[in-house]
């Protein structure tokens, strides 16, 4: 979901100018409010305050909360880690399983993801937002599953889109649910289990009209 340590975290490295610069203060210090209050304490003039910008600025761009909240998640999708290719499906999906682990167990990063579901669930630009980043990151990651159909790994017609959902699924049902610990090997599991359902064909698309 976000970077997903060594790597450099997402949206470190950003393109320069006055406009760049301060929209990378303003998203900075919403993801910070966010992961520190949750949703519903954001507010635009503190959020401005913590930026060091003036509040109309925040106001004419941004809007309302849930605007600059549309806008942060974008930009995390954007910004992400590009996906890893290692040659094989289970290396490639348990590099997309730990990239999600890293991001989810972040002190700043995981609060943010769980501040942002929740508004997500009553804000419906929010909700929309979170949708367009996660079709981004699946979209990012689809050609690791395309590469292994074109390998002989998995079967031809497999759904690509289903199985890197598969992989980041029980990752968030960890975080958002069970409350169990988010280790590096429940990632890899998470990742195995995708790997070995597309192999068997647990992911081909079906024919329209056939249930």
């Given amino acids: 979901m976000v970077a997903e340590g060594t790597e450099p975290d997402p949206g470190t490295v950003r393109p320069g100018g006055r406009t760049a610069r301060v929209r990378e203060a303003v998203l900075k210090a919403a993801g910070d409010s966010l992961a520190e209050r949750g949703f519903g304490n954001l507010d635009l003039a503190d959020i401005a305050r913590r930026a060091g910008v003036g509040k109309t600025t925040v106001y004419r761009r941004w809007g309302t909360v849930t605007g600059l909240v549309a806008d942060l998640l974008m930009d995390m999708a954007e910004q992400s880690l590009p996906r890893t290719e290692t040659g094989s499906l289970l290396g490639d999906l348990k590099a997309n399983a730990r990239l999600?682990?890293?991001?989810?167990?972040?002190?700043?990063?995981?609060?943010?993801?769980?501040?942002?579901?929740?508004?997500?669930?009553?804000?419906?630009?929010?909700?929309?937002?979170?949708?367009?980043?996660?079709?981004?990151?699946?979209?990012?990651?689809?050609?690791?599953?395309?590469?292994?159909?074109?390998?002989?790994?998995?079967?031809?017609?497999?759904?690509?889109?289903?199985?890197?959902?598969?992989?980041?699924?029980?990752?968030?049902?960890?975080?958002?649910?069970?409350?169990?610990?988010?280790?590096?090997a429940a990632a890899d599991r998470a990742a195995e289990a995708a790997a070995a359902a597309a192999r068997a064909g647990a992911y081909l698309r079906r024919a329209e009209g056939r249930a």
């Fill in 100 to 184: 999600v682990r890293r991001t989810l167990t972040d002190p700043r990063q995981g609060a943010l993801f769980k501040a942002a579901i929740a508004a997500a669930t009553c804000e419906a630009e929010t909700a929309e937002a979170l949708h367009r980043f996660y079709e981004i990151r699946v979209e990012e990651w689809c050609p690791c599953v395309d590469q292994a159909v074109e390998r002989g790994e998995v079967p031809e017609g497999t759904d690509s889109r289903e199985v890197i959902r598969a992989v980041s699924a029980p990752l968030y049902y960890r975080l958002l649910t069970s409350g169990d610990s988010l280790d590096e």
